[in-house]
């Protein structure tokens, strides 16, 4: 069969997604599939399936509009009105308001990812990005927009400190001499995997969201080389405090930050999504925000129609909502009608992100004490709902480079009916690092890691 040119270099395959999708496609289940594979390696979050579920079977309304395009893009109006009250709170503590001006809505972060890469870069360009990352940022860059990663090595230093600044600095003015354009950086505050190590005796102990100091050095380094910095803020409403980090650094959206007299705020731009904070990851309730200020991207509007300039908010905000691309990545009005059911509710959504926070410390718990028990070490962590794990004294019996080490006692794990996430597919400079999820049963944690 003849494919396309372009399709070539996405024939290979992808440390992160070859194992997630055998993964998904055998799950382990206690009665009908007690041999399948149980997933501690994927991020996602069954805890409160139950809550939500009844939740929904209860509040749902579903008004005859909901069948129209206009119910999915630009979507329901109390889609939006509920975004701004969850932007607008403390967690986000914006410091301009939200408005649904700022607001781009798709079907999910990773498409956002994509359409984001594709819009503000062109192929070629450098994006920078510390190691390790979340293995999906190099593909939803490289694969359709052809941005080339710059993986900042933050070995050995503290990776949420202002000198690690430093070293994306560094590796800017190198990529600059390959004559490579470095158009953007790339954080992800709570961190994805979690940019830790322990190597030359170096412990980060204030967990794994940047502290505003550090948050503002990127900022300027973004403002001194005119390139756009991208915060993806995902797990921004799973942070959460345990034993290991009593009192962890507070998230600080970028959002929260007044730009004035630090950067051109047409460079920032933060994304979220809801596939993290809850059981959402079902393709129909993906739904991503993009979160951003005013664009200085000015386009010719003069010819076109009256519909596409009211669609502008004062022709500054948005470049992307009269994109025709947009169209690619339109949401489901069925998600965005789930959303703003579970965002409008006087209470649900307080007293469900609480009761997720205490489950989330209670599987932590459970997961650090098995961990401790069997003289593992790990990063603690204090949020999103995975820690990195050090497995490597484990692959010291297998022949090969580090990287065919780890590869192998992936394959021995995954033989032994578990999923994890390697070091390998989130960029990681040490190997025989694993991501574990805890967001799980308790008696499937408990099986998965005995495995
Ligand atoms: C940091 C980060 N960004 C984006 C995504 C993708 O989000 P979505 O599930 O909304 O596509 C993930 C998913 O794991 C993630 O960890």
New binding site residues.
């Given amino acids: 069969m003849m494919l396309s040119q372009r399709i070539q270099a996405n024939l290979k395959p992808s440390p992160m997604f070859d194992f997630m999708s055998r993964a998904i496609s055998n799950p382990y289940h206690p009665s009908a599939n007690p041999n399948g594979i149980i997933s501690l390696g994927i991020?996602e979050n069954s805890l409160m399936a139950q809550s939500l579920a009844t939740f929904l079977s209860q509040n749902l309304r579903i008004p005859p509009g909901l069948f129209s395009y206009g119910a999915s893009c630009p979507g329901l109006a109390s889609l939006y009105q509920g975004l701004c009250k969850l932007y607008n709170g403390e967690t986000f503590d914006p410091a301009v308001e939200v408005e649904n001006a700022h607001l781009y809505v798709t079907a999910?972060?990773?498409?956002?990812?994509d359409q984001i890469f594709w819009t503000l870069c062109d192929k070629g360009d450098g994006v920078l990005i510390g190691r390790p990352c979340?293995g999906?940022?190099v593909p939803?860059m490289s694969v359709r927009s052809g941005c080339v990663p710059i993986l900042v090595s933050l070995k050995g230093i503290d990776p949420f400190s202002e000198d690690a600044v430093v070293r994306y600095e560094e590796d800017l003015l190198e990529a600059q001499k390959r004559g490579v354009k470095v158009r953007m950086l790339v954080l992800?505050t709570p961190h994805?995997p979690l940019g830790q190590y322990l190597t030359n005796g170096f412990r980060c102990a204030n967990g794994r969201c940047y502290p505003r100091e550090t948050m503002v050095e990127f900022m300027k380094l973004c403002q001194k080389y005119q390139i756009h910095l991208l915060s993806?803020e995902?797990?921004a409403l799973t942070t959460f405090a345990t034993r290991d980090i009593p009192n962890p650094t507070p998230f600080t959206s970028l959002l929260s930050i007044d730009k004035v007299g630090i950067i051109d705020p047409s460079l920032c731009h933060v994304?979220h999504?809801l596939?993290?904070v809850s059981p959402f990851?079902i393709h129909e309730i993906?739904?991503?925000f993009l979160l951003q200020w005013h664009s200085s991207v000015h386009v010719d509007i003069s010819s076109q129609s009256r519909l596409f300039k009211s669609y502008q908010h004062n022709s500054v905000y948005l470049y992307p909502t009269y994109l025709m691309s947009r169209m690619f990545s339109w949401p489901s009005s069925m998600a965005g009608l789930v959303l703003s059911t579970i965002l409008n509710h006087p209470t649900y959504l307080t007293d469900f992100l609480k009761q997720n926070r205490k489950l989330l410390v209670d599987r932590y718990t459970l997961c650090t004490n098995i961990l401790k028990a069997h003289s593992i070490a790990y990063m603690p962590s204090n949020a999103?709902f995975f820690l990195w794990a050090d497995l490597s004294p484990s692959m010291a019996i297998y022949e090969g480079t580090p990287l065919e080490q780890e590869r192998a006692l992936n394959k021995r794990l995954f033989e032994g009916g578990v999923h994890l996430a390697t070091s390998e597919a989130f960029q990681g400079e040490e190997y025989g690092w694993f991501r574990i999820s805890f967001s799980v049963d308790e008696n499937v944690l408990e099986l998965g890691l005995k495995r």
């Fill in positions: 991020a999910g972060c990773t498409t956002l990812l979340y999906g940022f939803d992800c994805n993806d995902i797990y994304i999504g596939s993290k990851p993906i739904l991503g999103g």
